[in-house]
Structures are given as C-alpha cells and as structure tokens.
C-alpha cells in the first residue's frame, strides 16, 4: 500500500513528469489610484496606469519579462500570479484555456524577489516545513520527506543540506543557494507554473548565471516558468524561450526571444555586433542616442532626434500593433477565448489550505519555537539583560526596613518595577514586523491560516520572552529587596509582574500589528507609556486629579500592576514597630492600610483582585485588536 502511495505521489509530483500550464493573458488593464496633493480640504485623487491592453502567450519554457525600471515588470507578474489586488484590473488570464481559478495563487509557485525563508533552520527543514503544509495530509510522511531529498539532490544543495540558512547574526549559505533554497520552497508542490521575481536580485554574475542555467534545465524538463528580469547579461539571454518586452505598461514586443533581434532589424534598430541584446533593447526603449543614430533618423537633424527620443514609445507599440507576430498571437488568442466557458465573475482571491488547523498549528508552533531558540539575541540576550536589571534594582532597594525611609523605598521599587515591565515589553514590537514578508507570502500561498500565526506567536512570545524573564526578575528582585517575606506574598508577586507583561506585550503588538517600520511602532508605545506612567499613582496622587482627566487613569496598564503590589506588600505591616504611641510624631504613618487610603488604592480582596481582571481584560482586547489587524492587513498590492 505504502509503495502504491508513494509511486502515484511521484507521478503527480516528481519534475520530470509534470507537464507546465499554458498561461494566457487577454486584454490585461491595471491602474491604481494615487492620493495627490491637498485641494483646498479634500485630497485630490488621480488615477494612474500601470498596465495598458497586455495580450500574449507564455508556454511551457523559461518565459522572461523585460523592461525598464518602472515598466511595469513586477506588477504584470504579480497579474499572471493573481497576487495583485482585484480593484482597478480588467482582463483576465487563463491556463490552459480555462478560467483562472480562485485559488490559482495557493496552486502555482511564486519566488519574491527578496528572500523569504527562516534563516535559523536548515536547507533540509525549510524543504520539511513546506512539504508538510502544502502537500496533501493524505501524502505520508516518508513520502514527504523522499520528496525532499530528491528536491535537494534536484537543486543542488546536497552539501549544504544540513546547514543553516543564516541570518544578519548567523552565518550561513551563499546567496545562491539561498536562492535555490527560495525556489525549493515552491517546487514542494510541482506547480503548473513557477513566477519568479528578479531572481538574479543581490547576485553576482556567475551566481545569477548558474540560477537561471538551473531554471532552464527545469523549463527543458516541461515546466512553466515565469520570470521578470531587469538587465541580464548575454549568457543569461540566451537561455529564454519567449521574451516579452515592456515599456511604461505597453507591450513593444512579445514572442521568440530569438526572433527579438531580428523583429527590430525590421522596424529599423539594427544590434551592434558584440553588444548584448538586453542593453540594446532598453537603450531602444530608453532612446538612448546610440541607437537612435542606427535606424533611419537624420544624425545631424537634432530636432528630428529629439522628436524621436519623445515618440520612442508610441511607435515602438504603434510598429508591435501592426507586426504579423502581433495579428498571429490575436488569432490564437481568439481560439483560446472562444473554447473558454463563459465567465462573467470578477478575479477573487481565495486561500485554501491542504492541511488541517492542528496539523498547522503544530508545525508553525514548532517551528517558530525553534527560531526563537537558535536566535540569541532574542533568547539569551533577554534573560540576561532582565537578570542584570534585577540585581540593579535589588542592590538599590537592598533591605528595605520597616520604618518611615522603608514606605518610600518600597513604593518606589514597585514602581519602577512595574514601569520596567512595561518598557520591557517593547521589544515585541518587532514580533510581527520582522517576519512581514515572510508572513504575507506565506499566508496567500496557503501554508496557514492567520489564527495559526498568530497562536503560535503569542505563545511563544509568551513563554519564551515574557514568562521566564518575570519569573527571573521577581526571584533575584524581591528576596533582595526584602519585600514581605511570605510564600503567598512572593508568588502574588510573580503573577502580578508576569500579568503586567502580558499586557504591556498585548498593548504593543495591537499597536505594531499593522506597520511597517518598528521606529513607528516605537514611538506609538513609547507615548502610550509615558502617558500611562503619569497616571500610575506615583506621579500624581491620583484621587486629587480633576474629574474631567480622571477617567484616563483606567487606561492605565502600570496603575492596575502598582495597585496590586501595592496591596499585596504593605496590607498588614506595622512601620511604627517598637515605638511608643506617644513619641510617634502627628501625621506619621505607621500602618500599611493607612498609607493605601491615602493612595486611593482599595485593599480589600476586590480590591486587590480586581487589578488583575482588569489587566486580564485589557490583555484580551489589546490581543483581538492585534489578530483583527493581522487578519485584514493588506496582503495584495
């Protein structure tokens, strides 16, 4: 049964065999709209082209897309794709003569343009993790793990099969390998079609050079592989099938990348000898002089010249429009759309899954854990700058006594105990900015859904970063301090500074769930803490505060933690011990209650309980507002 398994899985999944789509696209539009600049109190909004009336075929083979910066490369990828948001594209693209399915995207493989990879693991589970959340559950595992050697023997990775990706504090893999690596990830799946978006990105010209000779021997084999690429040398050249050609969104030319030279012999640019074809069609496209000076333009008529360098484009499109290639893709491109069923829905983007929530959540739950663990400076770093901070605050705060010095030592070291813990959970910030891409790209290619990300980040934020450095500060803080020396006392305290980071973390990751840069994100938390620290009730006695600021002390995260340590250290001490009652000065406070009712903090057992409901319920809604946010980031652009 298991030799069964395994043969059908290679027939559907092995290189060799699987045979590319035919991708067509017809009449392909796409613009957005651009916020200009402010008239009078309303924005003004324009509209801006990025494809124009794009048609064409692109058949099992390496299919490049050429053009100059800002031509529009990327985007008309991310088009064939069905990774460009649906508003504002007309058209539509079919494979193999039928409508682009919703979940094309989730189908077919796409390689970004930087790279997307967990840098801590190795080759080898890289390839793991996504065979066992893209391949189907009912492929078992040893058929998953064959699947993967041979994707590695396929690659080329043997030797660094075993070894770490890298990171900015790891060192790991070549670049090309860490692009083959990339393009693994997707051929997990043997997709119908491979898009890749400038592959040779960061490559030198030798390493470009194998990457591209190693998607040719894959194009050879029957695949269909999509790929833009801005500038690529001869030898590069030479290995594409098909090459269409774009300038500013039009199409200049699409068809035979061998025929390319010959079709603008025709129109009049004749190619230099030894000069590489890519840099002659973009000095074509760009009008650049040299190229000008070949075709039939007057040399020393300057006007002439310049006219020519501004209606480059139009006639480049104007001579595509009017060539036999042009009416000959038409035709085809006719017969494809009338086999086609009729289909009047617009372009959705739907996401679907080949594995189950748990099997998801298990593997991103253990990974992510293993990410955490082989980095230090999240690991490590984070208990030793917390265990540094707690031998600082206890060798200040060392032996607090019980007299009139011991009220303000103690009310202070809980403070900044507590505001620590809040400007300790900063760091957070980047739990979700840091893996962006990362998680985008991932997330619309099926791996998981957003609860399974984002459960596995939580918890391992959690435990990881927030629970073992609490539980370390309050062990070395509070027998150094000599704060109340009771077994319930000690671990009330542990929960309420561990409950306090929870919050803080909760708070910061509602704040940077949805951007982009953590010294925003930072700058956002540091003000909410600040603000937040006033109304804490050291600051300010917070029953003297006006009635229409009053209301802001509930938003206070370091207010609810003071509160509850608070009442959990003085409740019951005695700071007039030993002296008698008549040479106690007026005013003295000498029980702990006393010193609580003059805070305003309530200390009975609501009292001090109710601090931590509140935290618990801050923490919740601050968590929703993170999840909601991750949930409708925008994942298309």
Not at 94 to 123: E, H, R, W
Not at 255 to 267: R, T
Request: aromatic share 10%; glycine share 6%.
């Amino acid at each position: 049964m298991e030799l069964q398994q395994t043969n059908t899985v290679k027939s559907q999944c092995a290189g060799t065999l699987q045979q590319g789509a035919t991708v067509s696209f017809h009449n392909i539009h796409y613009k957005v709209t651009q916020a200009g600049g402010c008239l009078c109190w309303r924005k003004k909004k324009t509209t801006k082209d990025i494809l124009i009336d794009l048609n064409g075929i692109m058949k099992p083979g390496l299919n490049a897309i050429m053009g100059a910066t800002g031509s529009g490369k990327s985007s008309f990828l991310d088009v064939l794709a069905a990774r460009k948001d649906p508003a504002g594209l007309s058209g539509e693209v079919l494979i193999d003569g039928a409508p682009q399915p919703a979940n094309f995207k989730c189908l077919s493989g796409y390689v970004v343009q930087d790279d997307v990879v967990m840098g801590t693991l190795t080759v080898r589970e890289n390839f793991s993790f996504s065979a066992a959340l893209r391949l189907p559950s009912s492929v078992s595992q040893a058929v998953k793990e064959q699947k993967v050697s041979q994707l590695i023997q396929e690659l080329g990775l043997n030797r660094v099969a075993d070894s770490r990706v890298g990171t900015q504090l790891i060192r790991g893999i070549s670049g090309g390998e860490r692009k083959r690596t990339n393009i693994g990830m997707e051929l997990i799946i043997d997709p119908p079609v491979l898009f890749l978006d400038e592959p040779t990105t960061g490559l030198d010209a030798s390493t470009a050079n194998s990457v591209l000779m190693l998607l040719k021997r894959m194009a050879n084999s029957g695949r269909t592989i999509i790929l833009s690429i801005h500038q690529p040398r001869y030898s590069i050249y030479r290995l594409f099938d098909s090459l269409t050609l774009l300038v500013n969104g039009r199409q200049v030319y699409h068809g035979l990348a061998h025929s390319a030279l010959d079709y603008f012999s025709e129109i009049g640019y004749i190619c230099e000898p030894h000069n590489n074809p890519a840099d002659f069609f973009l000095d074509v496209i760009n009008g650049d002089s040299a190229a000008i000076a070949l075709c039939s333009v007057d040399r020393e008529d300057s006007d002439s010249v310049l006219k020519s360098r501004q209606g480059i484009e139009d006639k480049l499109v104007e001579e595509y429009r009017n060539c036999p290639d042009f009416k000959r893709t038409k035709a085809e491109l006719e017969k494809i759309a009338q086999g086609k069923a009729a289909s009047h829905s617009t372009p959705s983007r739907t996401i679907t899954y080949n594995t189950g929530f748990l099997t998801q959540f298990r593997w991103v739950l253990k990974r992510t854990f293993r990410n955490l663990l082989l980095n230090p400076q999240t690991s490590i770093a984070q208990v030793a700058v917390t265990l540094f901070l707690a031998l600082v605050v206890g060798a200040i705060f060392f032996n607090v006594q019980e007299d009139q010095s011991g009220i303000q030592n103690r009310f202070g070291a809980l403070f900044f105990i507590t505001v620590n813990q809040c400007f300790s959970s900063l760091s957070s910030a980047e739990l979700f900015i840091a893996e962006r891409k990362l998680f985008i790209h991932e997330y619309i290619s099926g791996y998981y859904r957003v609860s399974v990300y984002f459960l596995s980040k939580i918890l391992s934020d959690i435990l990881t970063l927030r629970t073992i450095p609490a539980m370390v500060f309050s062990c070395v803080a509070y027998f150094m301090i000599g704060l109340k020396p009771t077994i319930e006392a000690f671990f009330l305290f542990m929960f309420t500074v561990t409950l306090v980071a929870y919050t803080a973390t909760a708070m910061a990751l509602a704040i940077s769930a949805d951007q982009t840069v953590v010294a925003i994100a930072n700058i956002f938390m540091t003000i909410a803490c600040v603000f937040m620290m006033i109304f804490a009730g050291l600051l300010v006695n917070l029953p003297s505060i006006v009635s229409w600021l009053a209301w802001l002390k509930y938003l206070s995260i370091p207010r609810y933690g003071l509160g509850a340590l608070q009442v959990n250290e003085f409740y019951g001490l005695d700071f007039c011990r030993g002296l008698n009652s008549s040479s106690v000065p007026p005013g003295t406070i000498c029980r702990g209650q006393d010193f609580l009712d003059e805070q305003g903090v309530e200390y009975s057992a609501w009292g001090f309980w109710q601090n931590h409901v509140a935290l618990g319920v801050m923490t919740m809604c601050f968590l929703t507002i993170a999840y909601l946010k991750l949930r409708f980031i925008r994942k298309f652009t």
